[in-house]
C-alpha cells in the first residue's frame, strides 16, 4: 500500500506533557535513517491520535478518525495529530467520499476513457499517434462522473490508491491487449498515470507481470506517467522505478514545469518522456 500503518494502543490515561513527549520520542526514534540492501532510506513517521474514553466503542469510526487526524497532522507538516470534536465536524463531506469509493471498489464503478498522443513533425507537416493515455473516471451516479484528479487524493488518505490503481492497470491493459489482437493499436504504446507510493515495488512488478502473462503485452509498449513533485518528494521513488525499469517499462514525468525541480534533478531516474506543462 502507499503507506504501512500501525496501530498503538496505549492503555491507561497520561497527562498530556507526558504522552506528547513520550510520543515525540517515539517519532523520533522511528525516524532514525537506515541502510537496507545496500541503499540509504528514512522514514516520516507522523502519528493521528483518538483518545477512547468509554469501553464501548466501534473500531472502524475510530480507525476513519484516527486516518482523518493523521492526513490533517500530514497537511499541516506536524508530528501528530489529536482528534477532536472541530476535526469530526469538518470532515464528515470526507467520511462520505471514504464510504463512497469504497462501494464504488465493489461494484466497480469506475470507467476509462482514453486519449490520444500525437507524435508532432514539424517539417513534415503532420502528426502521428504515438500512445494513448488511460484516463480514469468515476461514475458516482447516473448523471456524475468525476475525473481521477478529484477522488484519487481522497482515495489515498483512505488507503484505497493502490487498489483502485491496480483496477485501473488491469482494465485498461485488458481493453489494450483487445485493441492489439484485432489490429488497431499495433504502433502504439499504452500511457498509464501512478502514484509511486500507492503500491510496494514488489506489487508494482505483479500488476505488470500479470498484464504481461495474461494479456501478451510486452512491457516496452506500456509507458508508466509519474508526476514530478512524486519523484522528488518520495524516498522510494528510484527503488521502484529503477526495479520496474528492468521489466523494460517506459517512464514519463507528466507536467514537467509546474513543480519546483530542475531537470538535473531528474537525471538519476531512468526516465524516456517529459511531458510539459503549458
Request: aromatic share 10%; charged share 20%.
Amino acid at each position: 500500500s502507499e503507506d504501512n500503518q500501525f496501530i498503538l494502543i496505549l492503555d491507561g490515561a497520561l497527562p498530556k506533557a507526558e504522552l506528547y513527549g513520550k510520543l515525540n520520542t517515539l517519532i523520533h526514534k522511528l525516524n532514525q535513517p537506515f541502510i537496507c540492501d545496500a541503499i540509504d532510506w528514512q522514514a516520516e513517521v507522523r502519528l493521528g491520535i483518538v483518545y477512547v474514553s468509554s469501553n464501548k466503542y466501534d473500531p472502524s469510526l475510530l480507525h476513519e478518525q484516527a486516518q482523518l487526524t493523521l492526513q490533517q497532522a500530514r497537511l499541516e507538516n506536524l508530528p501528530f495529530g489529536i482528534y477532536s470534536a472541530h476535526t469530526s465536524n469538518t470532515s464528515i463531506e470526507r467520511l462520505g467520499i471514504y464510504a463512497g469509493l469504497r462501494e464504488a471498489i465493489s461494484k466497480q464503478q469506475f470507467f476509462i476513457h482514453y486519449q490520444p498522443i500525437y507524435r508532432t513533425n514539424s517539417h513534415k507537416n503532420e502528426q502521428n499517434m504515438m500512445a494513448l493515455e488511460a484516463c480514469l473516471y468515476w461514475q458516482v451516479d447516473s448523471k456524475t462522473h468525476l475525473p481521477a484528479a478529484q477522488f484519487l487524493p481522497y482515495a489515498k488518505e483512505a488507503g484505497l490508491l493502490g487498489t483502485i490503481q491496480a483496477w485501473l492497470i488491469e482494465h485498461a491493459c485488458r481493453q489494450f491487449s483487445h485493441w492489439r489482437n484485432n489490429g488497431m493499436a499495433a504502433d502504439i504504446n499504452l500511457n498509464i498515470n501512478i502514484d509511486l507510493q500507492s503500491l510496494a515495488l514488489n506489487e508494482w512488478i505483479n500488476c505488470f507481470e500479470h498484464a504481461n502473462q495474461d494479456y501478451a503485452i510486452p512491457h516496452h509498449k506500456i509507458t508508466l506517467e509519474v508526476c514530478e513533485k512524486d519523484l522528488v518528494e518520495n524516498n522510494n521513488a528510484l527503488h521502484v522505478l529503477r526495479g520496474l525499469s528492468k521489466l523494460g517499462l517506459q517512464f514519463a514525468v507528466e507536467d514537467f514545469g509546474t513543480g519546483h525541480s530542475a531537470l538535473t534533478a531528474l537525471t538519476r531516474f531512468p526516465l524516456n518522456y517529459l511531458k510539459l506543462s503549458p
